[in-house]
C-alpha cells in the first residue's frame, strides 16, 4: 500500500509508453497550452519564482530556462506531482556553484504548499531528462524508505530552456535538515554508526548506493538521511547484513570479526572502512603516528578535527621517529586536556601554541637547542624563518621564556598568559 506522503514511480519510460497515454480533455489551442503541445500528456503547471532570492556568485542553470526569473514548469499523466499546482518560492541554491551550466546538477531550496501547509522542498534540476526519470524511479523503487531513509519525492515537472526546445526536468523533494559540517571520520562514532546504518537500510531494500558520501548525506535533531538517488544500482543477490553500527560504536572488533563482515556485504564493509569506523582503539596523530587510545588522548573524531598539526619543529635537529611519535602523543595529550575545559574551536585556534610550547619544553628537558622553522604569532598563525618578522617574534618568545620557570607548567596557552 502507498504512502499518501510519498510517491511511486515504474521504473522505465520510454517514448513508446508516453504515447500511450491520452490526453481526456479535447485538444487546446497552443496559447491554452503555452510551450506543451497538446499531443503531450499534461496534467498540472507550477511557477517556480526565483525573484531576487537566489544569490549565487555567477550564473546558475535555472537562469537558461525559459521565462526566468519566475519558470513555467508542468507534470505530466506519467510522473504526476502530489503538490496542487501552485507558485514555489525559491529560497536558495543549495548545491555548489559551478561556472559549467551545460553539467551543473543544481539543488535550490524553497518553500510550497501542501494540504494548506508551508513546506519546505529541494528542488533538484539534472543534466538530462533520462537521468531524471532514472532517479526518479529509483525513488520509486525505495517508496518504503521516503520520509525516513531518504527525502520524500513530490514529484518531477517538466520546462524548457530559453529560445529552445530541448527540454529540462527537476525533481521536488523534501528538504530535510543540513548538509554534514564534518566528514564523517571527523564525527562520533555513534553519528557516523546512524549515517551507516541509513546505508544499510538501502541495501536491505535490495538496492546499493554507490556514491555514499558526505555530501550526499543530511543531518537533523540527530537523524540522517541519504540524498541523491542518481547512482543506485540493483544490490546482487539479498543482502545478509546485520552488524549494528550505532549499537557496536566504539567496539574494537578484531580482525577476524572484520575479515567476516567483509565477506557479509563488501560495499558496506568498504563505506565503514572509508568512514574509518574499524579503527576504534587506535588514533593517528598528526596523520602519520599510529598508537593506541587513551583516557589521556582525545578520542578518535576529536583527533583528526584538529587540522595541520605540526610534528619536528627545528629542521637542525634530526628527529628520529620514536622522538616525533613522543612528541605527537605530548601534543594530543595536551589538545586532550584544553578539551576537558574549551571547546573545540578554541582549541584548534591555538594548535600552533601548544604545537611550539609542546617542542620547546621537549628540547629543554633533554638539553638540547631549539631552533624552530616556525613560531606562531599572536594570533596563533605559523611565521616562517626568513619571512620578515620571524627573528623578531623569535626573540619576543625567547624573552618569554626566560621569564618563566625552569620546570614550568604546561598550561593550555602559558605564553600567552605570561
Not at 353 to 358: I, P
Not at 366 to 385: K, T, Y
Request: charged letters at 25%.
Amino acid at each position: 500500500m502507498h504512502s499518501p506522503d510519498c510517491i511511486s514511480y515504474p521504473p522505465v519510460y520510454t517514448d513508446t509508453a508516453l504515447a500511450d497515454f491520452k490526453e481526456p480533455a479535447p485538444a487546446q489551442s497552443e496559447e491554452t497550452y503555452g510551450p506543451w503541445s497538446p499531443g503531450t500528456p499534461s496534467r498540472q503547471a507550477y511557477d517556480l519564482d526565483f525573484e531576487d532570492h537566489v544569490k549565487a556568485p555567477g550564473h546558475h542553470i535555472a537562469e537558461i530556462l525559459d521565462d526566468y526569473p519566475t519558470i513555467l514548469l508542468q507534470s505530466d499523466l506519467v510522473h504526476p506531482c502530489l503538490l496542487e499546482p501552485q507558485i514555489i518560492r525559491m529560497t536558495g541554491l543549495l548545491s555548489e556553484w559551478s561556472p559549467d551550466l551545460s553539467l551543473q546538477r543544481a539543488v535550490y531550496s524553497g518553500v510550497a504548499k501542501k494540504d494548506g501547509q508551508d513546506i519546505e522542498v529541494a528542488v533538484k534540476f539534472v543534466a538530462s531528462i533520462e537521468e531524471a526519470k532514472m532517479e526518479v524511479a529509483n525513488y520509486g523503487h525505495l517508496e518504503a524508505l521516503q520520509g525516513t531513509v531518504i527525502p520524500r519525492l513530490y514529484g518531477m515537472l517538466f520546462g524548457y530552456e530559453k529560445n529552445s526546445d530541448e527540454e529540462v526536468a527537476c525533481l521536488v523533494l523534501e528538504r530535510f535538515g543540513s548538509k554534514l559540517r564534518l566528514d564523517f571520520h571527523q564525527m562520533d562514532m555513534v553519528s557516523r554508526g546512524e549515517a551507516l546504518n541509513r546505508l544499510v537500510d538501502i541495501h536491505r531494500a535490495g538496492f546499493s548506493h554507490c556514491d555514499f558520501a558526505r555530501r550526499n548525506v543530511v543531518t537533523k535533531d540527530g537523524q540522517y538521511r541519504i540524498v541523491d538517488l542518481a547512482d543506485v544500482t540493483p544490490h546482487e543477490g539479498v543482502c545478509q547484513w546485520t552488524f549494528d553500527f550505532v549499537e557496536n560504536a566504539g567496539r574494537v572488533l578484531p580482525y577476524s570479526e572484520q575479515r567476516a563482515l567483509r565477506g557479509v556485504c563488501p560495499i558496506i564493509f568498504a563505506a565503514a572502512s572509508e568512514a574509518l569506523y574499524w579503527s576504534a582503539g587506535r588514533l593517528v596523530l598528526g596523520g602519520m603516528y599510529g598508537v593506541e587510545a587513551a583516557p589521556s588522548l582525545p578520542k578518535s573524531h576529536e583527533v583528526y578535527q584538529v587540522p595541520d598539526v605540526v610534528i619536528g619543529l627545528d629542521d637542525s635537529y634530526h628527529y628520529k621517529e620514536s622522538e616525533k611519535r613522543d612528541i605527537a602523543i605530548k601534543i594530543y595529550e595536551e589538545f586532550k586536556k584544553q578539551l576537558d575545559k574549551y571547546p573545540m574551536e578554541h582549541v584548534i585556534h591555538f594548535k600552533n601554541w601548544t604545537s611550539y610550547e609542546v617542542h620547546r619544553k621537549w628540547h629543554a628537558e633533554r638539553n638540547i637547542s631549539f631552533a624552530p622553522r616556525l613560531v606562531p604569532d599572536e594570533d596563533g598563525q605559523w611565521i616562517h624563518v626568513g619571512v620578515r618578522g620571524f627573528r623578531e617574534r623569535e626573540a619576543a618568545l625567547n624573552l618569554q621564556y626566560l621569564s618563566l620557570e625552569p620546570n614550568f607548567d604546561l598550561s593550555p596557552y602559558s605564553i600567552i598568559q605570561a
